[in-house]
């Protein structure tokens, strides 16, 4: 008898573990401890609530005013003379002062124009030839050592040569340009070319597709995230070597314009002119980041 009661507490017993591990009791106890949960209000989070908030936009705002307002702190503790270091009032009055009488715009104007150029002769020539370069390991091995060695020399160094060979004109100050920006272009050129997939260069050649349509089709669309990298480097580049133009020969222009503050003391006038620079710079940016936004659209699809 008292075997019969084991055999039957142990029956009991794993059946009762069976049904407790059956799927649909197992989800349904699951169901029972997360009903709760979600029936629970919300606690209030300060840090949800913050990262909500478009702070990302207002980041730039925020930290710009914060260094004009240490900048007018360091002034005005410190008792600097404007010669040495004026104070962002004084710079806005010289800015507005500058802007009234047409001379800020006009230096503007002539860097702006010098840049364009040079970003034209620069990058034509930076893509073609480093196109040639991806296309042809011969080509390489003969030019990459000069191109590399001429990087030795500083553009600083080489600007007065072409101010002596060319003259103090324009077409000197866009070659100096080109050439500041010659070398990033072009080894993002060769790394983006390279960089195409070989089963798709395989299926082209399976179509029967022509040197220009595999270009076209194939090898310019799947490089064009590096050459707007090495675009973006470019444009910012570019208006540095404007500005070393204009420092070794020029009559206009934002770098003569800094000059000649130098030599009359204006230091306002001074930061007016690099202020200038940096907004010239920091537009091209942005004007080339928004071209590939909108060129390589299908790389940000959740925006």
């Known amino acids: 008898m008292l075997f019969w009661q084991q055999l039957g507490g142990l029956f009991f017993m794993q059946t009762t573990e069976c049904i407790e591990q059956h799927p649909s009791i197992a989800a349904g106890r699951e169901v029972e401890q997360l009903a709760p949960q979600r029936l629970a209000p919300q606690r ?68 702006v124009s010098e840049v364009l150029g040079g970003l034209v002769l620069g990058l034509s020539v930076a893509f073609v030839l480093g196109y040639l370069l991806a296309k042809s390991r011969t080509l390489e091995r003969i030019l990459s050592p000069y191109i590399v060695a ?74 064009l995230p590096v050459l707007f990298g090495g675009l973006k480097v470019g444009v910012t580049l570019s208006v540095i070597g404007a500005v070393v133009g204009e420092f070794v020969g020029a009559d206009r222009g934002l770098g003569f314009l800094v000059n000649l503050a130098r030599g009359l003391f204006d230091t306002p006038l001074m930061f007016v002119a690099l202020f200038t620079l940096m907004a010239i710079a920091l537009t091209l940016y942005l004007l080339v980041s928004g071209l590939e936004r909108w060129v390589l659209h299908w790389r940000w699809p959740q925006e």
């Not at 209030?44 to 702070?55: A, D, I, Q, T």
């Not at 207002?58 to 008792?79: D, F, K, R």
Request: aromatic content about 12%; proline content about 6%.
């Open 44 to 111: 209030f989070s300060f840090g949800r609530l913050v990262r909500r908030l478009p702070w990302q936009r207002l980041l730039v705002p925020l930290v710009l005013l914060g260094a004009l307002l240490l900048w007018e702190l360091v002034v005005y503790v410190g008792n600097y003379p404007a010669f040495f270091l004026p104070g962002p009032r004084r710079v806005a009055q010289r800015f507005l002062v500058v802007l009234r009488s047409g001379a800020l715009l006009s230096h503007a104007l002539v860097t």
């Open 150 to 223: 001429s990087q030795a020399v500083p553009i600083v160094a080489l600007a007065p040569l072409l101010v002596v060979w060319f003259g103090a004109g324009m077409f000197s100050k866009v070659l100096v340009c080109a050439l500041t920006l010659f070398f990033p272009v072009l080894i993002n050129t060769i790394v983006g070319i390279r960089s195409v997939d070989a089963e798709l260069k395989e299926l082209m050649v399976s179509l029967r597709a022509s040197r220009w349509q595999a270009f076209r089709y194939l090898e310019l669309p799947a490089a």
